[in-house]
């Protein structure tokens, strides 16, 4: 089975720009979970997606938003891109059950740098 | 305030010893506990996962640990191999919204030959 895929894997770009991102989950599984990744905050979460609905939203500005589709990959958009917002997006995909066993399963990140 | 706290920020231990790193959470309600290994450049892989009533659990040689009355675990690493040398990230989960997620730093685990 393949794993959770991510693309692109790295990506550059510049002040106020805006960039989306995507996230392939492992067949079957319906629930998508955003990341992002830095060195001074460690692992800090976005949002989750669960059968195209947003089902978790982390503490994070307006900028950051996302969707997924029937097919239940994910897309997530981060608009004005701001020099803080350099970092590590991980996606990771789960069946989505909400039991306390709910195994979620990463991807290989995006490696995002602002200019 | 971060609400899960990990110990040692970083280690260094020799190949074939053993290690253990803790992880003291003030997440309440209290759904599971989860450890993650991150190697550099890849995503986090899942190696335990406990809920309130399990106490220990193991992983070929990564052993978690459990206690929920003091709100602490520990991840047990035996006989260390170079493959160990990763990131160690405790991740701890509310009962009201097990996707809400709160995480640790991480433990910066490297293992010399």
């Known amino acids: 089975k393949a794993g959770v895929t991510q693309t692109p894997r790295y990506l550059i770009k510049t002040r106020g720009q805006q960039v989306t991102l995507s996230c392939s989950p492992i067949s079957g599984h319906r629930s998508v979970s955003w990341y992002q990744q830095t060195p001074g905050q460690g692992l800090q979460f976005l949002f989750e997606y669960f059968s195209e609905t947003q089902r978790n939203k982390g503490n994070f500005p307006g900028r950051f938003s996302g969707r997924q589709f029937s097919n239940s990959r994910s897309e997530m958009n981060v608009s004005t891109l701001e020099l803080g917002d350099s970092a590590l997006y991980l996606c990771a995909s789960s069946l989505g059950l909400g039991s306390g066993t709910d195994t979620q399963y990463f991807g290989p990140g995006t490696r995002l740098t602002v200019l | 305030k971060n609400q899960v706290e990990q110990s040692p920020q970083s280690l260094i231990i020799l190949e074939g010893k053993n290690c253990t790193l803790q992880?003291?959470?003030?997440?309440?309600?209290?759904?599971?506990l989860r450890w993650y290994k991150q190697d550099t450049g890849r995503g986090p892989v899942s190696l335990t996962i406990?809920?309130?009533?399990?106490n220990t659990k193991s992983n070929r040689r990564y052993t978690a640990t459990l206690d929920a009355d003091t709100k602490q675990s520990s991840l047990h690493i035996t006989a260390s191999q170079l493959s160990d040398s990763a990131s160690y990230i405790c991740v701890v989960s509310e009962s009201r919204n097990d996707y809400k997620l709160s995480f640790g730093a991480g433990t910066t685990v490297t293992v010399r030959a």
């Open positions: 406990m809920t309130f009533s399990e």
């Open positions: 992880c003291n959470y003030t997440v309440s309600p209290f759904s599971n």
